[in-house]
């Protein structure tokens, strides 16, 4: 077997979290090419086109999404198109919240549209507030504000600026990510492989490499493994089952989980917290999928 692993031409250098994964699909027969995706390449040559560090696209989210279709035609895109479609848009947390899942309280704010975010502040009864874009990752245009004057007046000026061009999510801010973090779940075709915890710098809340914040190795407890369970099965039965999935979360201060995100199109996987046999699970159920499909 010959597989694409899509990545972006400017991925950092300190990203080597899978390379023990990569070492690891040599013992199941799969050769490997790492590929940006923007790339001129004929994807046909391979057996499959697997997505994982395609850091770029969601500033180039039209170019991508249109490679997304071209792709497809050409190759087996793991996860597939009909997913990487729903989850490049954060809308896809209102269907899991009517399914029934646990996610944050929330506002929905429509592109084009005008919103008193006083007035929705005040609705809630919210102190403290949490705007975020719905396409975007790495904390893009994120803002968390207090509920006095001059945060509502930020948060006004920031949705003012916003709406116009894209959707945004308002959002109760949920302070204990600044001390417990986010926690993660990361699952293999189903199957529960390991979990993350990512704690921010002291008075930040983003979890990300980027600003400087810390991971850990961490057992998903039952409420957070139910919830990653309920919307792997949400997906499944919507699509397909996916191949790989992170679900992460955020906590209330009494301790109860939200899905923040299920993470299906380039999530970074931890492997440095999953070790060897995480590796050798997605190298498996990559391998038994692709066998699979060519069947």
């Known amino acids: 077997m010959n597989i694409a692993i899509a990545s972006c031409f400017d991925l950092p250098d300190w990203e080597k979290d899978d390379l023990p994964f990569f070492q690891e699909l040599e013992n199941v027969d799969i050769q490997y090419q790492v590929v940006p995706w923007d790339s001129d390449i004929n994807w046909s040559q391979f057996d499959a086109c697997l997505l994982r560090t395609t850091w770029d696209y969601q500033e180039r989210i039209d170019e991508f999404m249109s490679w997304i279709n071209h792709v497809s035609t050409q190759t087996d895109l793991i996860n597939p198109k009909s997913i990487i479609e729903w989850n490049s848009h954060k809308r896809y947390l209102k269907d899991l919240q009517q399914a029934g899942i646990t996610i944050a309280p929330s506002e929905w704010l429509t592109q084009g549209k005008q919103y008193d975010i006083q007035a929705l502040m005040h609705q809630h009864g919210w102190e403290k507030g949490f ?10 245009e994120c803002l968390p504000f207090d509920n006095n004057p001059k945060g509502i007046a930020d948060a006004q000026k920031h949705v003012d600026r916003l709406t116009p061009a894209e959707d945004l999510v308002l959002q109760p801010y949920l302070a ?6 986010e926690t993660s779940g990361i699952f293999f075709a189903g199957q529960y492989s390991h979990g993350t915890r990512k704690v921010p710098v002291q008075g930040d809340f983003r979890v990300q490499d980027d600003y400087g914040a810390s991971d850990f190795g961490y057992q998903l407890s039952d409420e957070e493994l139910a919830l990653a369970q309920k919307a792997i099965a949400f997906v499944t039965e919507k699509f397909s089952l996916p191949l790989y999935a992170r679900v992460d979360f955020l906590h209330h201060k009494d301790g109860a ?8 199109i380039e999530p970074s996987l931890f492997f440095r917290h999953g070790g060897k046999d995480s590796c050798r699970l997605f190298a498996q159920s990559l391998a038994k999928f ?3 499909t060519h069947l």
Request: charged share 20%.
């Open 257 to 264: 989980a939200y899905v923040n995100e299920v993470e299906l």
């Open 176 to 181: 204990n990510v600044e001390s417990f973090g």
């Open 290 to 292: 692709i066998n699979d």
């Open 131 to 140: 705007i975020k874009p719905l396409i975007g990752a790495n904390a893009r």
